[in-house]
C-alpha cells in the first residue's frame, strides 16, 4: 500500500515541479520508513511528522525549499496556510 502512495506522491510532484526537481527516487525499505528529502533536507518522516502528507501538504513543504516565491494555485488554497517560505538569511 505504501509503494502505491509514494509512486503518487511522485507523480504529483513531477506534475506540478517538473523539471525543477531533477530527480524523484523512490528506494524501497522495510520497518515502516517512509522520509522525503529536498535538496539534502529532510522534509517530511512518517514517525516523526505522525503519518503521511497529503498532496497539497506535500508540494507546499517541497516549494518552500526550491522555490519560496511560487504560488501553488488551489494547493495553497484549501485551508493550507500554515507552511511559510523558510527564512534563508
Do not use: Y
Not at 25 to 47: A, H, M, Q, Y
Not at 62 to 71: E, F, K
Amino acid at each position: 500500500m505504501w509503494l502505491l502512495r509514494a509512486g503518487w506522491m511522485a507523480q504529483e510532484l513531477l506534475s506540478t515541479f517538473g523539471t525543477e526537481l531533477g530527480e524523484v527516487t523512490l528506494v524501497p525499505s522495510t520497518g515502516g520508513v517512509f522520509t522525503i528529502t529536498c535538496n539534502d533536507e529532510l522534509i517530511w518522516d512518517r514517525k516523526r511528522d505522525g503519518g503521511f502528507p497529503d498532496a497539497a501538504q506535500l508540494k507546499q513543504l517541497v516549494r518552500d525549499v526550491i522555490d519560496p516565491g511560487r504560488d501553488l494555485g488551489h494547493s495553497d488554497h484549501k485551508g493550507h496556510k500554515g507552511h511559510k517560505a523558510k527564512d534563508k538569511t
